[in-house]
C-alpha cells in the first residue's frame, strides 16, 4: 500500500495544480480519487480542509451509512499519508466519538481519549485535537481534565467555533446552566451556516434535557429542524427526544415520517416501529386490546425482544416494557441488545426504579455484564442513581468487581464527581483498595480535584491517607488547591493533611500563591499559624 500511495503522490506532484482544489470538497480519499494522494504538496492547509471535510460527514451521518464510511475513509488516509498528523488523529478522536454518540463504536471512551491525547502531542499543535481531548475526557467524566483541555484549545483558537460549542457543553456538564446557556447564545449569533446552527441548537436541547427543562428542550430541537430542514440528522434526533423523553408516540412518528421523506433510513423506520409498540402498549394498560402485538411486530423493523431492553434505558418507554410482560411476549429476562446490555442493566443506568424492582423480583441476573464488561451497579454508580444503588447492594449485588477497563464500581461514581454514590458504595461493602487501575489515594486525588467533599470524607473515613503519593502525583491538599475548594482544603488540613509536602518543588502554598486565590491563601496560613 506504501508503494502504491507513493505512486499517487508522484502522479498527482506532476499533474495537479493547487488552484485545481481551490473549493472546499478535495479529494481527500485518495482511494476513490488517485491522484488526491499527492496534493499534502500542492494544497495548502490540506490536512486541515480534509479533517473539516471527514468531520462534516460525520455530522450528517445517521448509523453505518455512508457518509461515515466516507469520514473513515477519509481519516485513514490522512494518516496514513501523514501517520503525524494531528488532525488525522483528531479526525479518528472524533470518528470514535460520533461511533458512539450513533451506537455503534468497536471502541472503549478511553481509547478515544488515548487517540486525541496522541493528537495533541502533533506539532504544530491544534486546536482540534484539545477539543475532541475535551470531549472524550466529559465522557470519562474527569472534569478537571476536560476544562485543561478547553484552556489549552482556546488558547490556540479563541474563535474556533468547535472549541466555542465545546466550552459550552463542558460548562454545562460542569453545572452552570446559566454560562453554559449564555455561551451557546453566543454561538448560536456567530453561526450562519444553518447547519451549523442547527448542531448548536441540538447541543443545547441535549443540556436543557439534561437540566429537565424539557419544554425547552423540544423547542429547541423543533428549531434545529427549522433551521436546515434538509438536515436528516435534526430530524431524526427530534423523533428520538418526542419518543424518548416525552413519550409522544403520535408526535414522534410524525417526526419519524417526515424524516423518512428526506431519505429513507433505518434509524427512520426504527423510530416509527418503537412509537407503534408505545401506542400499542398505552392501548394494552387502559384496556384489554392487548393482541395487536402480533400485527404490530410483524411490520416493525425491531423484534419485541428488542424493544423490551430498549424500552428498560427510558423512562417514557416503560409502559413497552411493562405491556411485554404482562403479555408474556417477552419472557426471557437476561436477553440483550447489540452491545450486551440487559434490560436490568439500562433500568439501572437510566434510574427506572419501578422496573428495576420488577426485574429483580422476577429474578433477573444481578450481575450480569455488557460486552464491556458493565453490569448494573457501575452504570447506577457512574451516574449516581442512589436508590439504584441501594436496592441492588440489598439484592447483594457485588460492589468491588472491575470492568474490562479497570473500573470498579466506586472508581466510577469517584471520577464522575458522584459523591452520594461514593458514599453508599462504601457503606456497602466496596473496597477502595480494590478499585482495579485505580489505587485509594488515586481515587481521593480525583475527589480532590473535583472538589467532591462527599467523597473526600467517606473515603478518609474509610482510612485513605491523605498524604500518600506516588511518584510523580500531586497530594491531595495539592488538588484540592488547584481544584480551588476551600471546603475540601480545609477539611483536608483538618484531618491531617501535611501541607509542607511538595510537588514538582511546590506546595500547597505555593499553587494558592501562583493561583493568586486569597482566601485559599488565608486558610493554608491559618494552618501554619496553629501548627507553631
Known amino acids: 500500500m506504501a508503494g502504491a500511495a507513493s505512486a499517487h503522490i508522484a502522479l498527482a506532484h506532476e499533474a495537479v495544480s493547487p488552484e485545481f482544489y481551490a473549493g472546499d470538497e478535495l479529494p481527500c480519499n485518495y482511494r476513490r480519487y488517485p491522484q488526491g494522494s499527492g496534493i499534502t504538496r500542492n494544497i495548502p492547509d490540506f490536512q486541515r480542509r480534509c479533517f473539516l471535510q471527514a468531520r462534516a460527514r460525520m455530522q450528517r451521518a445517521v448509523g453505518s451509512d455512508v457518509n461515515l464510511s466516507e469520514a473513515e475513509a477519509i481519516v485513514r488516509a490522512m494518516l496514513e499519508l501523514d501517520p503525524s498528523s494531528g488532525y488525522g488523529w483528531a479526525g479518528l478522536a472524533e470518528l470514535y466519538l460520533r461511533q458512539e454518540d450513533l451506537g455503534i463504536s468497536q471502541v472503549s471512551h478511553w481509547k478515544a481519549a488515548e487517540v486525541a491525547e496522541r493528537a495533541t502531542h502533533a506539532k504544530p499543535a491544534i486546536a482540534e485535537a484539545f477539543v475532541a481531548l475535551c470531549t472524550a475526557q466529559m465522557r470519562l467524566g474527569c472534569l478537571p481534565c476536560a476544562r485543561e483541555a478547553i484552556k489549552r484549545a482556546k488558547g490556540l483558537a479563541p474563535e474556533n467555533p468547535q ?94 415520517d417526515r424524516s423518512g421523506r428526506l431519505y429513507a433510513t433505518y434509524e427512520a423506520r426504527r423510530l416509527k416501529s418503537l412509537a407503534d409498540y408505545l401506542k400499542w402498549a398505552v392501548q394494552c394498560e387502559r384496556s384489554d386490546r392487548c393482541r395487536e402485538i402480533l400485527k404490530i411486530a410483524q411490520r416493525a423493523v425491531v423484534t419485541p425482544e428488542e424493544v423490551f431492553v430498549l424500552a428498560a434505558g427510558h423512562r417514557a418507554l416503560v409502559p413497552v416494557a411493562r405491556a411485554l410482560l404482562k403479555t408474556k411476549t417477552v419472557r426471557d429476562l437476561e436477553v440483550r441488545d447489540g452491545e450486551g446490555n440487559t434490560a436490568l442493566i439500562l433500568a439501572a443506568r437510566a434510574d427506572n426504579l419501578e422496573l428495576l424492582r420488577t426485574l429483580v423480583d422476577q429474578g433477573a441476573k444481578l450481575n450480569a455484564q455488557n460486552s464491556h464488561g458493565a453490569r448494573p451497579l457501575s452504570l447506577a454508580a457512574m451516574k449516581g442513581n442512589a436508590t439504584a444503588i441501594e436496592l441492588l447492594l440489598s439484592r447483594r449485588a457485588e460492589p468491588s468487581f472491575v470492568d474490562q477497563d479497570g473500573n470498579s464500581p466506586l472508581a466510577l461514581a469517584t471520577l464522575a464527581h458522584q459523591g452520594k454514590a461514593v458514599v453508599l458504595l462504601l457503606r456497602g461493602g466496596a473496597d477502595p483498595n480494590l478499585a482495579g487501575r485505580w489505587s485509594a489515594n488515586d481515587l481521593l486525588n480525583a475527589a480532590c480535584a473535583n472538589g467532591d467533599l462527599d467523597s473526600v470524607k467517606a473515603l478518609l473515613d474509610r482510612g485513605v491517607d491523605p498524604n500518600a503519593m506516588a511518584p510523580e502525583q500531586r497530594v491531595p491538599l495539592i488538588s484540592a488547591v488547584m481544584s480551588g475548594s476551600k471546603p475540601v482544603v480545609a477539611y483536608l488540613l483538618e484531618r491531617g493533611a501535611d501541607p509542607a509536602r511538595r510537588f514538582a518543588g511546590r506546595t500547597a502554598m505555593d499553587f494558592a500563591r501562583e493561583a493568586g486565590d486569597w482566601g485559599m491563601i488565608r486558610i493554608l496560613e491559618a494552618q501554619a499559624h496553629r501548627s507553631i
Open 163 to 256: 472549541m466555542q460549542l465545546a466550552e459550552a457543553v463542558l460548562l454545562s456538564a460542569d453545572g452552570d446552566r446559566l454560562g453554559a446557556e449564555s455561551r451557546f447564545s453566543e454561538v448560536l449569533e456567530r453561526a450562519t451556516e444553518p447547519q451549523a446552527r442547527s448542531l448548536t441548537r441540538l447541543e443545547l436541547a441535549e443540556h436543557l434535557t439534561r437540566y429537565g427543562d424539557l419544554d425547552a428542550a423540544q423547542r429547541a430541537f423543533e428549531g434545529a429542524a427549522e433551521d436546515d430542514p434538509s438536515f436528516l440528522v435534526a430530524q431524526l434526533r427530534l423523533a428520538s427526544f418526542l419518543l424518548f423523553e416525552r413519550g409522544q408516540a403520535e408526535a414522534a412518528g410524525e417526526a419519524a
